[in-house]
């Protein structure tokens, strides 16, 4: 054997599992990248197109429909509530003319009840109303208030002040926490309205209570509220 021979025997080296030639990597060599095969490639951007393509044809088939049906132009759901109906039934168990007052479009109202006070002693005529800008005012009407029962009704808030609203001064209570109260003694009746409104709206509706109590006539002085159940106005889907 020649010393060339020996030489490239020795420069070979051997496999853990025999004799054979290993390579070696010096680093130096580029990384394998995966290949695709173009018919492989060619059925995956098929079926993506086809997907697209399916949920385009959804949305145009649904999209007249859409069209065709636009979504209610009003501020959802309104009970149905004759308040002045409802003022009418309670009037004799009352022993008062239940205030309705005339707010036209403007407010809402969503209930409208007599309630016979079986709990506190206090029977109360309740309307509640929603207002323009979409907050709550609710009115309470009775001839046996008294100082616990009007601290109650307004939330246990101090009294902040007065406004004025449809010519008379009513006393403002206001919690700070986004709810206040303005109480009227008036005409043989003490009427508190309470709620989340502003002032603007509270001011607007006072005025139209106002009014209605200005329209009905003054409760004799002997009279009495009679006992009796629950009358309320039952709320109804606008037809």
């Known amino acids: 054997m020649s010393d060339t021979q020996d030489k490239a025997t020795a420069a070979t080296p051997l496999s853990d599992d025999?004799?054979?030639?290993?390579?070696?990597?010096?680093?130096?060599?580029?990384?394998?990248?995966p290949v695709i095969a173009a018919k492989a490639a060619k059925r995956a951007n098929a079926s993506v197109i086809g997907m697209l393509i399916a949920l385009l044809l959804c949305v145009l088939a649904f999209l007249p429909v859409v069209l065709m049906n636009p979504a209610p132009k009003s501020n959802g759901y309104k009970p149905n509530v004759d308040v002045a109906g409802s003022a009418a039934n309670a009037k004799d168990v009352a022993g008062f003319t239940p205030v309705a007052p005339d707010t036209g479009d403007t407010f809402s109202p969503n209930y409208a009840r007599w309630m016979s006070g079986t709990g506190n002693g206090v029977p109360t005529w309740e309307v509640g109303y929603l207002t323009p800008k979409q907050a709550f005012i609710g009115i309470v009407q009775t001839r046996k208030a008294n100082p616990t029962w009007i601290f109650q009704q307004t939330g246990n808030a101090p009294v902040t002040g007065t406004r004025s609203a449809g010519g008379h001064d009513w006393e403002l209570h206001d919690t700070a926490k986004g709810t206040r109260s303005m109480v009227l003694n008036y005409r043989g009746t003490t009427i508190i309205l309470s709620g989340t409104a502003g002032l603007d709206e509270f001011s607007t509706l006072a005025a139209a209570v106002v009014k209605a109590v200005d329209a009905a006539p003054i409760p004799s002085p002997d009279a009495s509220t009679k006992p009796g159940a629950t009358v309320s106005q039952?709320?109804?889907?606008?037809?």
């Open 18 to 33: 025999g004799p054979g030639p290993v390579s070696i990597d010096d680093g130096n060599q580029p990384a394998v990248k």
């Open 234 to 239: 039952t709320a109804t889907p606008t037809p």
